[in-house]
């Protein structure tokens, strides 16, 4: 009985913070290996772009006409709707 409120507190903490940080993770996953070239992303620095090549590791965003930079494929954290860049 003395370590029933241990494991009831790690249940707890299992549902609250571990599970969903671990859906969280796998939707980023999802999201990264489904970029393709021409999506509207925002990377975690706050950069808008369009996607305009594709490597392994790397995504050269356009953030400009005519102007690439290239960001790590883990720096992108939302794909938005197509035409959001101008």
């Known amino acids: ?3 029933l409120p241990l494991v009831l507190m790690f249940v707890v903490l299992y549902f609250v913070m571990i599970r969903p940080q671990m859906k969280r993770q796998k939707e980023h996953k999802a999201m990264i290996e489904a970029l393709a070239k021409g999506d509207d992303v925002v990377t975690s620095g706050g950069l808008l772009g369009k ?23 883990s720096a992108v954290v939302q794909v938005l709707p197509k035409g959001s860049v101008k």
């Open 51 to 73: 996607v305009a090549k594709l490597d392994e590791n790397f995504v050269n965003l356009e953030v400009a006409s005519g102007v690439e930079i290239k960001v790590q494929r």
């Open 1 to 3: 009985m003395g370590m």
